[in-house]
Nanobody, 133 residues
Framework: VQLVQSGGGLVQTGGSLTLSCVTSGFTLADYNIVWVRQAPGKDREGVSCLSASNGRSYDANSVKGRFSMTVDHSNNAVYLQMRDLKPEDTAVYYC???????????????????????????WGEGTLVNVSA
């Protein structure tokens, strides 16, 4: 199982970026998928969460209306489209996926931003988004 991320970088306030997460080794449609970020010195924050079982989705209030997760099943890829970026969006962004009970837990963690010390599911390596003022 692999999740390979790309698309981060430096962008000015108000700019846009799209993060990519290309997956392999599992059937993406069977997995809950989340995007999580961690700013310097801060705890992880659930950004965008998608449940495969019922299609339920959740976006954090801090990004609602600006960020959007899309899934391309034909290419086994997940994207996080970000627009109107702000300096407070600066963070390392991770994609993660899990199925079954672990996937339910991961989705709940994403919604509440209450993450355990150990990672549940499969995680990408992270990509840095740096928004300059």
């Amino acid at each position: 199982v692999q999740l390979v991320q790309s698309g981060g970088g430096l962008v000015q306030t108000g700019g846009s970026l799209t993060l990519s997460c290309v997956t392999s080794g599992f059937t993406l449609a069977d997995y809950n998928i989340v995007w999580v970020r961690q700013a310097p010195g801060k705890d992880r924050e659930g950004v965008s969460c998608l449940s495969a079982s019922n299609g339920r989705s959740y976006d954090a209030n801090s990004v609602k209306g600006r960020f959007s997760m899309t899934v391309d099943h034909s290419n086994n890829a997940v994207y996080l489209q970000m627009r109107d970026l702000k300096p407070e969006d600066t963070a390392v962004y991770y994609c993660a996926a899990e199925s079954g009970p672990g996937g339910t837990t991961l989705f709940r963690q994403c919604m509440t931003s209450q993450f355990s010390h150990y990672n549940i599911g499969h995680w990408g390596e992270g990509t840095l988004v740096n928004v300059s003022a």
